[in-house]
């Protein structure tokens, strides 16, 4: 039985790595269209354009993957049962919850490597294409919206551009004290990062609250110890969804650990956590239309099915994200949501196709 579970894995994914591919490469050439505006301003061109989608390829064959999955299964179990390979499979002992349990198996490896791609390859390729498009868009004064903002230490830190991973300009430091009165504020035209998180701030001035009065000074430079380290402020100054799963969750952890907001950053932490169900739901809702009448169903029929399965639960992702932020829901039942119910209606088309 080993033999055919290995089998149907092979098949599946193979289909899995042709969609994941095709659907990466679609929403790239997506993506390299909208960068096409921005090519001959200041120093971008064509190549630049380029190289921005290609880096950006990581983070999108991470999005696409629950739904590649769940058309591998169409297509590879589809196709099986078109050529009755499911009729022989079953006629030899495997029954249809052992053909699908065989496809869910490939669930643990897949979240192995999206993990792998998150924490390690997604966050420096997306610098990289941030710093890379910045640079190249500055001389047009067309550069990104960089700004970054980070609380630790009773401070908030607030950095308006980096200029290089180094180098930043525009700086505002809020230091409060032990009841969360502010008590310091400094602004910099611009620091340089040291090794040792100590930031030599230029241009700085200087307000020191004392008895309801503002002290105002001026100093060409002074050294601020930051309470980032260099490698947390380079991954938060990313979209959070692109940020590494591990550095996302000590993030929060500090964030709560000062009684501030972290819901944003918790909705994208049980994204990702939600992703396994996602994926068994989306394999399940497979089910019913693998074993359906096989000889009644083209490869269209099959990818018009998964096509509609996949764009209403994203469309059921982002709504009930949207609404969590609004209404400051649980970020684990807004994301745990779309999973079960769509468990709930896979399970419900199954047992009413064999009725």
Not at 33 to 40: I, R
Request: charged share 15%; net charge neutral.
């Amino acid at each position: 039985m080993k033999r055919f579970d290995r089998y149907i894995q092979l098949v599946t994914l193979r289909a899995f790595v042709l969609v994941a591919v095709g659907l990466t490469a679609l929403f790239s050439l997506l993506e390299f269209v909208d960068q096409l505006s921005f090519v001959g301003q200041g120093h971008y061109h064509l190549a630049d354009a380029a190289a921005y989608t290609a880096l950006l390829a990581p983070a999108r064959f991470m999005q696409v993957t629950p739904i590649a999955l769940l058309l591998a299964c169409l297509l590879g179990l589809g196709g099986l049962a078109k050529h009755s390979e499911l009729t022989a499979l079953q006629g030899i002992g495997l029954s249809e919850m052992q053909i699908i349990g065989a496809v869910l198996r490939l669930i643990v490896p897949t979240i192995v490597m999206l993990f792998l791609v998150g924490q390690f390859i997604v966050p420096s390729a997306r610098h990289m294409a941030q710093e890379r498009r910045t640079a190249a868009l500055t001389s047009a004064n067309a550069g990104d919206n960089t700004a970054f903002w980070a609380h630790g230490d009773q401070q908030f830190l607030g950095v308006h551009r980096f200029a290089s991973e180094t180098l930043a300009e525009d700086i505002d430091i809020y230091r409060f004290d032990d009841q969360g009165a502010l008590t310091q504020y400094l602004h910099a035209a611009h620091a340089t990062i040291g090794a040792d998180d100590d930031w030599l701030l230029a241009d700085v001035t200087r307000k020191d609250i004392v008895a309801d009065q503002f002290h105002t000074s001026h100093q060409d430079s002074m050294t601020w110890h930051a309470f980032l380290s260099s490698r947390q402020i380079r991954f938060l100054s990313l979209p959070p969804e692109s940020v590494p799963p591990i550095a996302l969750y000590r993030y929060i952890r500090d964030l709560k650990r000062h009684h501030l907001p972290a819901t944003r950053y918790e909705q994208e932490l049980w994204s990702r956590i939600s992703t396994p169900f996602a994926m068994i739901a989306l394999i399940a809702c497979a089910a019913p239309f693998v074993f359906g009448p096989p000889r009644s169903q083209s490869l269209g029929y099959r990818m018009a099915v998964g096509i509609a399965i996949a764009i209403v639960f994203s469309l059921g992702q982002e709504i009930t994200n949207r609404l969590g932020l609004l209404l400051d829901l649980n970020p684990a039942i807004t994301a745990l949501t779309p999973p079960v119910l769509l468990m709930l209606s896979a399970a419900y088309l199954f047992i009413h196709t064999r009725e």
